[in-house]
Structures are given as C-alpha cells and as structure tokens.
C-alpha cells in the first residue's frame, strides 16, 4: 500500500498546528513491499558489516530483511506502541534479539550515529526536516536509502525505478555521505574522493 492521495489533500487543508503534529508523527504506516526493502538494502551494497537503521520503522520488517537477509545488525525506530510492540515480539518470535533491537521513540530526537545505512519510507518534507539530523550524526561512507521521497538539499548519487510483485513502480534515491575533506581536493588516508556533494 502507498501513501494514499487523501493524505496530502488532507495535509493541505489542516491548521499549522495539526500539520505540525502531522509531521512530528510523520503519518501512518505504509509497509514498504518486502521486495522493494530488498532492492533498497541491495541499492545501499548493504553487508555483515553494517548497522541498518529504519526511521519509522512499522512492523519492522526492514531491519529483520536486514538481519535475516544481509546478516548485519539492525535497529527500528517507532514512535506508534502498537508497531513498536508487535515489532518486538516479532524480532523474539525470529529469535533476532541479537541482531535486531526497536526503539520506541520519536526519530527527530533519537541517535543514529551508529547507523552505516539507513533507511527512509516518509514524506519529503519530513526528509527536508530529518535532513540536518542525518547530516550531521552519518559519518563517512554512510548510505542513505529514501523510498519514493527524495531529501531535499541532497544530490543522490543514483536514482532508481523498481517494481514489486504486484508491478508497481517505485522510486529509490541512494545518498552517500563523503569523507571529510582536510583541505580543497584532500582527503583523508584510505578515503576516496567523492564526486557526490557530502552529506553534511
Ligand atoms: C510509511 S511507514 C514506513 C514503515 C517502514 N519503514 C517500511 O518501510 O515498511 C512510516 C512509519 O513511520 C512511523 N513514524 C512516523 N513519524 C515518526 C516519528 N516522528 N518517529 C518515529 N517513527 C515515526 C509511522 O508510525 C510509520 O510506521
């Protein structure tokens, strides 16, 4: 299921206020398609060596794909108690508590610096506010994935169209965050130059 036209007719007919709480519960839950998660945790190159983060992340089902799947740990962050719940007991029910852990909390206010990849299915102005947050917990090489919504402010360094079973057709932005750069066209030992604009 995808976000629904009504969403954004009601979106724009509500008072700042309610807008405001809109975005702060950035909306409902919209399950991405398991074999899109796939293709955007493939997108990422995602490894053993990576810690997966899913902002709102529903019933949970990126960061168990991420662990069952691509054998990394993984974390979900949710601010809705029922997905945060049924997200738990589904991670103990796989018996992925070593893998995979929910945090029930609101993501503007949470830490994703351990993330390497992380994951987005939210509007795109809920990217646009997300973004300085990303910007500025991702360390290098870190890989950003956003599903249908690109971040403002970002260059992807690919865009993608992909189907899911039922042949509907989504959108993946990949986005990278650079090394640090010690001075013009300097970078640190072991980093490659990036021809993508940083993160940051
Ligand atoms: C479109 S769904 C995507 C779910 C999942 N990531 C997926 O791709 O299947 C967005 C999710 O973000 C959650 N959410 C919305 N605002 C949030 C916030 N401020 N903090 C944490 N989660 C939030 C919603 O409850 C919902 O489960």
Known sequence: ???????????AT????????????????????????????????????????DLGSGDGRIPILAAQEFGCRAVGIEIDD???????ARVAELKLENQVSIQRLNFFEADFRPATVV???????????LQPRLGSHLRSGARVVSLDFAVAGWNPEDVRQVRSVNDVEYTLYLYRRCPPVLREGIVPVGSQPCPHRDLA
Do not use: I
């Open 119 to 129: 994951t987005l299915y939210l509007l795109g102005a809920v990217n646009e506010q």
């Open 1 to 11: 299921m995808r976000w629904p036209l009504s969403f954004f007719r009601n979106l």
């Open 82 to 88: 029922s997905l945060y719940r049924y997200s738990v």
């Open 14 to 53: 509500c008072s700042w206020k309610a807008k405001l709480t809109a975005f702060n519960h950035a909306a409902g839950f919209y399950p991405t398609p398991l074999c899109v998660a796939r293709q955007m945790l493939e997108l990422a190159e995602t490894s053993p060596r990576d810690v997966v983060y």
